[in-house]
């Protein structure tokens, strides 16, 4: 068991990490919650223990996001969260401009069609996020389709115009 | 085979439909130009709704090995509000005896019951990963306290390995930069001090304890100004970029340096500081051991009652927080600080 949860981690945490961030927003957080998730999975040593994480996860980070509108008060101050990377200053902030732009457009979906897409490019197959989402496993490339389609016109719609056009389904 | 659905056309080209399906939909597809095209379309949409997501990743960091995680926060979260609320047990306790002491009540007598009251807290702190509830804790502060009264001629042995034992650090920060101590390490770190009296132990000891402990005595050291705290520290003290510093303060000892900063009109954070030495190790030891050798019962409660505090290194200071704020909020703070330039 411990092997294949090392198996699991070696392979899962950082998509893990990313479904995470997607949710909270905030990379140390999604790390610190990835890893509280593998530490209770060393303890729990569940089952289907990818699926396991997933959806302890996915409940960790709605507490979080909870508490995070309980305590935005005394944490608006680190927003400005400083970042070592080597990028311009103005750079950084384009990329944060569409990071917040990806984020907006996220929030726009409905939870079950974000759900399935975040799932999916965290690297689950359609008959885990079928076990995850509750979805019928015939639905998830359905859901999948409006998930995108939705994502991308609610980006563009939010960028402004901002130049990217590609072809939409 | 009539017309390929989005569903079935991103099942696709998301590789999960059957052989059978996926013979079925090629060949509906090479006869069928508007399928054929919608599948560009899907294709195009896939590599778009990839990219936007791609624009929201989280930085990469290096993954902690799996056996240094540490331990289900759930247990530690409950400790925040057990420390809490024994913190409020200590202050009602030190305030009865510290304030209502009366001339006829023998000094000893009222320096045991302090004692006691660190020792209820201690026990409390260590009940705490058993899940009692805060309410439990408050609810047994009376009880214990009218316990004290026996218990200070009844000279329970003080919970040495307990303190030893329960030294926390985490690993999984560690690999960060950051580390959960307890505070009482800061006092097994510090450099041997000339053999105090017993007066400057308690009140070294009392400024060391937890967070809330501290955070009675520490409020009351000696204020100073950067100048001479970058002379104790041997560089500049740090804290939080963007927070006002109310205060800088040296601790009694003159080895801890702390400055409060203002989150908000009614949260002051305590950033305690203090200069890391290259063979700390070794100076911890012989701390740990001159502190034990000068005041046993001291260190020993001490390390029993010790909460948890955030602490991490900072160029060649060790800096821990401290503050009304949750662990998370705390240690993000932390991991902001950055020297205060004068």
Redesign the interface.
């Known amino acids: 068991m411990p092997e294949d949860l090392a198996e699991i981690y070696r392979s899962t945490y950082r998509s893990l990490v990313r479904f995470l961030y997607r949710k909270v927003w905030d990379a140390e957080r999604a790390e610190d919650l990835a890893q509280e998730a593998f530490a209770r999975a060393l303890v729990h040593k569940p089952e289907n223990a990818r699926g396991w994480l997933f959806v302890v996860a996915a409940n960790m980070a709605r507490d979080e996001a909870r508490k995070a509108a309980r305590e935005r008060r005394h944490l608006t101050l680190l927003k400005s969260e400083p970042d070592a990377t080597h990028t311009e200053p103005e750079d950084q902030i384009d990329t944060e401009t569409r990071r917040e732009q990806v984020r907006t457009a996220l929030d726009q979906l409905t939870p079950r069609d974000r759900e399935a897409l975040l799932l999916w490019d965290a690297g689950m197959s359609y008959d885990e996020i079928a076990t995850q989402t509750g979805l019928a496993r015939g639905a998830i490339g359905t859901t999948l389709s409006r998930a995108r389609r939705r994502l991308v016109e609610a980006y563009d719609s939010g960028s402004e115009g901002g130049g990217q056009h590609v072809a939409r389904g | 085979m009539s017309h390929v659905?989005?569903?079935?056309?991103?099942?696709y080209l998301?590789g999960?439909v059957s052989p059978v399906e996926r013979t079925q939909l090629e060949a509906h597809v090479a006869e069928c130009g508007a399928c054929r095209t919608?599948l560009?379309?899907?294709r195009?949409?896939?590599?778009?709704?990839?990219g936007?997501?791609g624009?929201?990743?989280?930085?990469?960091?290096t993954?902690?090995p799996?056996h240094q995680?540490?331990?289900?926060?759930l247990t530690w979260r409950l400790r925040v509000p057990l420390a809490w609320a024994a913190s409020v047990v200590l202050a009602l306790g030190l305030g009865y005896y510290l304030g209502g002491e009366s001339p006829e009540q023998p000094a000893p007598l009222a320096a045991a019951h302090q004692e006691d009251a660190m020792r209820s807290v201690a026990e409390a702190d260590r009940l705490a990963p058993a899940t009692p509830p805060p309410a439990a804790a408050k609810a047994r502060a009376p009880e214990r306290r009218s316990a004290n009264q026996v218990a200070a001629r009844n000279d329970a042995p003080p919970p040495v390995d307990s303190a030893a034992a329960r030294v926390g650090v985490d690993s999984?920060r560690i690999a960060?930069g950051v580390v959960a101590i307890r505070p009482n390490d800061a006092l097994r770190e510090a450099p041997p001090a000339p053999v105090p009296s017993a007066a400057i132990v308690t009140s070294r000891a009392q400024a060391d304890l937890s967070e809330e402990r501290g955070r009675l005595m520490a409020t009351q050291w000696q204020i100073i100004r950067p100048g001479p705290a970058r002379d104790l520290l041997g560089a500049d003290p740090v804290g939080i970029p963007?927070?006002a510093v109310r205060n800088i303060r040296r601790s009694p000892t003159g080895d801890v340096v702390l400055v409060e900063q203002a989150?908000?009109s009614a949260?002051v954070i305590q950033l305690f500081q203090q200069r890391m030495e290259n063979d700390r190790f070794s100076l911890r030891r012989e701390a740990s051991e001159a502190a034990r050798a000068a005041a046993p019962s001291a260190v020993s409660r001490l390390g029993a009652a010790g909460a948890e505090r955030l602490a991490r290194f900072v160029g060649g200071l060790r800096v821990e927080i401290a503050g009304p704020?949750?662990t998370?909020?705390l240690n993000?703070?932390l991991?902001?600080v950055k020297p205060i330039k004068p």
Do not use: F, K, N, Y
Not at chain 2, 44 to 50: E, P, T, V
């Open positions: 659905d989005d569903g079935a056309l991103h099942a998301d999960e919608r560009d379309e899907a195009a949409l896939i590599a778009r709704a990839g936007l997501l624009l929201a990743q989280p930085p990469e960091r993954m902690p799996l995680l540490r331990r289900p926060r999984t960060a963007g927070l989150v908000d949260t704020l949750s998370d909020s993000r703070l991991e902001q």
